[in-house]
């Protein structure tokens, strides 16, 4: 079993559009969609949910003001601010610590569970698919993703397919930790901005801290060819596998508004060489 | 209230999804502004504001979090502690109280509930605040330590630095979970940076759910407005969220953004485009 992980450090440098391309590719997989916060992958596959469960994880505080006698102690060990004068908590500031349930002399907080999102088992016309929807402004984003993770390998055990792809977050903070932990590689896809060789080169630093091989390839290119030529150096001193260059192109934008993958929307574009030489170096270097 | 009674207000700059033009907009808003102004670069994981702004940096902070180191000799092996953790980062293996300080959420619940006061506070380095200006502009942002998974507390440490005199002006982060909430609560406006596409349209929504749950304002920028579809601006009318500037898509504003060179001071007209931006923020807000 391979699992490859799309990231970037920077967001809209291209990754679910290339994750689409990808999937027309790729011929037996199971496709993850490890960006729970805000995931897009669903718009261009158009998913039959099959499955639907809930993500529950974590508790709140909820006090009981009948039980409750005004002692403050819960105000002053909560470290996060959430109980307000009233004795009210703000559920988006608690962090579900319990520390308030714990100490209560009146037994007066109730700490239920969190329903924090949900995650599908779906079938694509392009293969089965696990992903998952995080709350508005919930937490355990990192729980999530690696629950989806662990979904996608259990699924492709089951179907006996052997590769996994993932579309991560952008970042390089909880979702993108769980998001790496364990794959078999990473492919950082980066745009040649100063933005994006900055964010490449902390997310290349994580993967690098998880000792995760990593992979790298430069979207819209031709934006600024001398950052592109950076990122290759950058690439080769720091061993990270250098897969290429696609350029920029509307084909991106246009397939995502008929919700196609690029291949499906236009198989002759420019940009479509250039990925399908990208993905058939990461099929070498994985030994897909 | 500055001097002409106008309130110095928060603006956050969030957009859902990432690579919209959040920093493009907060870097131009910032220099096109004739007030005082300071921009918090709250993006903590991957902070792109100083690359355009160019700051001269005076300061640096460490930022840490307390975690629990156990001390052996006084610790009775009551359980207390592991009982306590709700994120599994001390726990009791044999007879020893092992911790795990990455995951630990500073709580604090098990060095109040030791009854042998056996647990004491070290630190685990979050990453670093620095804080420095440009012409006149303040500028402070945070960054992660690589290999750290908590930014909503940096976040918090670089809106500590909110100076009340000035316009604030903050980049946050993608997507609409923790850190984003970090970066946008407490703000007088939100101003969402959107390209009319698909999966723009798609965060765009999640995003205006978050502001909905914290009842700010909010308004919106279009960016690459002549790309993708319609259904952005239908979204904006069904849910009556202003929008307050379209910037149509071109190759030398792609181009500059690539070189860190800010919109607003080499593309000629939008200076001005900015200025009323912000007073269209202002008659929103007051």
């Known amino acids: ?288 | 209230m500055d001097g002409n009674g106008i309130f110095k207000m928060i603006i956050s700059i969030a957009s859902g999804k990432g690579g919209t033009g959040k920093t493009t907009i907060a870097t131009s808003l910032a220099v096109s502004v004739d007030t005082d102004v300071q921009l918090l670069d709250c993006d903590v994981e991957e902070p792109n504001a100083h690359l355009f702004i160019n700051p001269v940096f005076v300061k640096t902070e460490v930022v840490s979090t307390p975690v629990p180191v156990v001390d052996d000799s006084k610790c009775s092996l009551c359980d207390k502690c592991d009982e306590i953790c709700q994120f599994k980062a001390i726990a009791r293996i044999a007879d020893t109280i092992i911790t795990f300080p990455e995951l630990c959420h500073s709580c604090g619940g098990c060095w109040e509930v030791c009854p042998e006061a056996a647990i004491e506070k070290s630190d685990r380095r979050l990453g670093d605040v620095q804080i420095g200006h440009r012409n006149g502009l303040a500028f402070v942002h945070g960054r992660l330590r690589v290999g750290e998974a908590m930014a909503p507390p940096l976040i918090e440490a670089v809106r500590s630095y909110t100076n009340p005199d000035m316009l604030t002006i903050i980049d946050a982060p993608p997507g609409t979970s923790c850190p984003v909430i970090a970066a946008m609560h407490g703000a007088d406006f939100i101003l969402l940076v959107t390209e009319p596409t698909p999966f723009g349209l798609h965060d765009l929504k999640l995003a205006v759910g978050a502001v909905n749950i914290l009842g700010i304002p909010c308004g919106l920028v279009i960016n690459r407005s002549d790309i993708g579809d319609n259904e952005v601006k239908t979204f904006a009318a069904d849910n009556n969220i202003p929008i307050l500037m379209e910037i149509p898509f071109d190759r030398q504003v792609a181009e500059k953004y690539s070189q860190g060179i800010i919109m607003a001071e080499v593309i000629p007209g939008w200076k001005e485009k900015f200025k009323k931006l912000y007073e269209d923020i202002q008659k929103i807000v007051y």
């Open chain 1, 1 to 288: 079993m391979k699992e490859l992980v799309v990231i970037s450090g920077k967001g809209g440098t291209g990754k679910t559009s290339l994750m689409g391309a990808f999937a027309s590719l790729a011929e037996n997989k199971v496709l993850c969609d490890a960006d729970v916060d805000a995931a897009d992958l669903h718009l261009i596959l158009d998913p039959d949910i099959l499955q639907q469960t809930d993500f529950e994880a974590g508790n709140t505080a909820i006090i009981n003001t009948d039980k409750c006698s005004e002692c403050g102690l819960c105000r002053d060990l909560c470290q996060w601010d959430a109980i307000n004068e009233a004795f009210c908590v703000d559920s988006i500031l608690c962090e579900g610590c319990g520390v308030c349930v714990y100490f209560c002399p009146e037994k007066a907080i109730d700490f239920p569970e969190k329903m924090c999102g949900e995650w599908f088992l779906s079938d694509t016309r392009l293969g089965p698919m696990v992903h998952a929807r995080l709350g508005i402004a919930e937490e355990n984003s990192g729980k999530l993703v690696s629950l989806v993770r662990q979904e996608a390998n259990k699924l492709a055990i089951e179907k006996g397919i052997d590769l996994i792809l993932t579309d991560g977050p952008p970042g390089i903070g909880c979702p993108v930790i769980a998001a790496i932990g364990g794959a078999n590689a990473v492919l950082i896809v980066t745009e040649p901005t100063v933005s994006g060789v900055h964010d490449m080169e902390r997310v290349a630093e994580l993967a690098s801290f998880f000792k995760v091989p990593a992979m790298v390839c430069v979207n819209k290119a031709d934006i600024n060819l001398e950052k592109t030529r950076e990122i290759e150096k950058f690439a080769i001193e720091n061993g990270l596998k250098y897969l290429g260059v696609i350029p920029f192109d509307q084909v991106f934008t246009r397939s995502m508004v008929n919700r196609q993958t690029v291949f499906e929307y236009d198989s002759n574009s420019n940009a479509n060489k250039a990925i399908k030489n990208v993905w058939e170096k990461a099929v070498k270097e994985m030994g897909i």
